[in-house]
């Protein structure tokens, strides 16, 4: 599966990782981490996911409970 970003990603996962390294450059960097194992993961196996819409399926980072982070893709 083919990767492609939807333009106001790169703002809003820049923002997440100001926040976090705002905290600690090690907190940001495993923020970082997981939603690129994330992404990996939903490219590889996309059915694995829980389906949103008939073309859209929602992956749930699992290390960040306090600001629940997620992405959709399809």
């Known amino acids: 599966m083919k990767v492609v970003y939807h333009p106001a990603v790169q ?3 820049s923002a997440i990782l100001r926040y976090y390294d ?3 450059r ?3 960097d495993e923020f970082w981490a997981e939603l690129q194992m994330f992404i990996k993961a939903a490219a590889e ?3 694995r996911f829980h389906p949103v819409t008939v073309h859209l399926r929602r992956a749930n980072l699992r290390r960040f409970p306090y600001l629940p982070y997620h ?4």
Do not use: H, K, Q, T
């Not at 992405?71 to 399809?74: N, Q």
């Open 22 to 24: 705002a905290l600690s």
């Open 11 to 13: 703002r809003d996962v």
């Open 26 to 28: 090690r907190v940001g």
């Open 45 to 47: 196996n996309p059915e």
């Open 71 to 74: 992405f959709l893709f399809r």
